[in-house]
């Protein structure tokens, strides 16, 4: 168990629908980043934030959006889903600030769009 | 850009040793894990080199060659378990804490 949490496991929706992902980092850690894996693109950055602010962006739609909170959980959410928005969406969290950072996985949340 | 590159999948046999190789085309460099990823769950994190030579941890070793982009993950005495994705990862320059990841490999150890 890394520490990380995420919810929920599993979701099942329908095309053109929305949904909001959560996640709540390690104590201590002060950033999240979330990554999408689907079986022929492997783990994708997609947005990192760092107490409570935006730090870096990487391949993520403008249909999705992110935020955290002031308890440093934080949300990934995905609008006007479509089918190849099926896939697992991971949450991981670091110190960040320290030369050998690590991130920790949480268990992911599997989306399936329909 | 980034491009990291690993085998796509490997085959070894219970109780040998096995090698996965990762090259990688950074516009910076600051680090290369290794993570292992079980089917459907989340990876964990096996080891992390940012300097040059081997890191060794129980049965996982990694090494690292900045100058030709090279690194390698080690599994000795290969068990049952050890069937896995193992993913590397760089992370770019200072200041930034975002990894890529490559595709990852897939390994199946055989009896």
């Known amino acids: 168990d890394s520490g990380v949490t995420q919810t929920p496991k599993h979701l099942i929706t329908a095309t053109g629908q929305r949904v909001t992902l959560r996640c709540s980092p390690r104590?201590?850690?002060?950033?999240v980043y979330w990554y999408q894996q689907s079986l022929d693109q492997g783990l994708q950055f997609l947005i990192q934030?760092?107490?409570?602010?935006?730090?870096a962006k990487g391949n993520i739609l403008e249909r999705f959006s992110a935020q955290q909170f002031p308890d440093l959980h934080s949300e990934l959410n995905l609008s006007s889903l479509e089918l190849g928005d099926s896939a697992l969406y991971f949450c991981?969290?670091?110190?960040?600030?320290?030369?050998?950072?690590?991130?920790?996985f949480g268990p992911g949340t599997r989306l399936t769009v329909l | 850009g980034q491009n990291i590159d690993q085998p796509t999948e490997m085959t070894a046999t219970e109780g040998a040793i096995v090698q996965i190789n990762c090259t990688y085309q950074t516009s910076g460099f600051n680090g290369l894990f290794w993570y292992q990823q079980h089917a459907g769950e989340a990876p964990t994190f096996l080891s992390y080199?940012?300097?040059?030579g081997l890191e060794e941890k129980g049965r996982f070793s990694s090494f690292l060659s900045r100058s030709k982009g090279y690194s390698y993950l080690l599994l000795k005495e290969l068990q049952m378990k050890d069937s896995a994705s193992y993913l590397c990862?760089?992370?770019?320059?200072?200041?930034?804490?975002?990894?890529?990841f490559g595709k990852g490999t897939k390994l199946s150890v055989i009896p």
């Open positions: 990862a760089v992370r770019r320059g200072a200041g930034s804490y975002q990894l890529t």
């Open positions: 934030y760092y107490n409570g602010e935006e730090r």
């Open positions: 104590s201590g850690d002060l950033s």
């Open positions: 991981a969290s670091s110190v960040a600030g320290q030369f050998t950072d690590t991130q920790y």
């Open positions: 080199n940012v300097l040059d």
